[in-house]
Antibody, heavy 116, light 108 residues
Framework: QVHLVQSGAEVKKPGASVKVSCQAS????????LHWVRQAPGQGLEWMGW????????NYAQKFQGRVSMTRDTSITTAYLELSGLRSDDTAVYYC?????????WGQGTLVTVSS | SYVLTQPPSVSVAPGQTARITCEGD??????VHWYQQKPGQAPVLVVS???DRPSGIPERFSGSYSGNPATLTISRVEAGDEADYYC???????????FGGGTKLTVL
């Protein structure tokens, strides 16, 4: 069955960068886009962008342009989200999810806390 | 940018029917997906492409087809259905996903 396993919680200082991983198993990694979605405490879901694991192509939400990078390593079926210039309002749970037009499978989430 | 609007909260008694709406420009021309999220858990897809139920989702969950607004209907509501519900569409022009703001379902 499909599994998406994310890396553990992170605590970062303002201005730093964070890199979250999402290891996929149970399906052909290059066959499906991976999206990243975040959720600030007590807030709703916010789409950040996607990566095409086959080509490495990406598409980022305008809000994160210039600060976000999504990459992948097909040899270990893992996708990465890197967010730079962290601010306190980047404190959130970050999820990876597999899908084209919808998120059918989700990782467990990674809490990123930005605090001085 | 495309905006989806949901009511912040819906309340319903056990055994009754809950309806959660999702409004957006020309939403009837888009495929709408619905997620359930319980506290501390990742979202779960409960309805895809307007009205399809993924494997394992009870028949009590249904979506409107090409409706405006789009509607998630939960029949014979149970205490375990209490959660936040989000609608989502794929905006083909920009190849973006868009989420609604979420609706908190309270079972009285």
């Amino acid at each position: 069955q499909v599994h998406l396993v994310q890396s553990g919680a992170e605590v970062k200082k303002p201005g730093a960068s964070v890199k979250v991983s999402c290891q996929a198993s149970g399906y052909i990694f290059t066959g499906y886009y991976l999206h990243w979605v975040r959720q600030a405490p007590g807030q709703g879901l916010e789409w950040m962008g996607w990566i095409n694991p086959k080509s490495g192509g990406t598409n980022y939400a305008q809000k994160f342009q210039g600060r976000v990078s999504m990459t992948r390593d097909t040899s270990i079926t893992t996708a990465y989200l890197e967010l730079s210039g962290l601010r306190s309002d980047d404190t959130a749970v970050y999820y990876c999810t597999r899908g084209a037009s919808e998120g059918r499978y989700w990782g467990q989430g990674t809490l990123v806390t930005v605090s001085s | 940018s495309y905006v989806l609007t949901q009511p912040p909260s819906v309340s319903v008694a056990p055994g009754q029917t809950a309806r959660i709406t999702c409004e957006g420009d020309n939403i009837g021309t888009k495929s709408v997906h619905w997620y359930q999220q319980k506290p501390g858990q990742a979202p779960v897809l409960v309805v895809s492409d307007d009205s399809d139920r993924p494997s394992g989702i009870p028949e009590r969950f249904s979506g409107s087809y090409s409706g405006n607004p789009a509607t998630l209907t939960i029949s014979r509501v149970e205490a375990g259905d209490e959660a936040d519900y989000y609608c989502q569409v794929w905006e083909s022009y920009s190849d973006f996903w868009v989420f609604g703001g979420g609706t908190k379902l309270t079972v009285l």
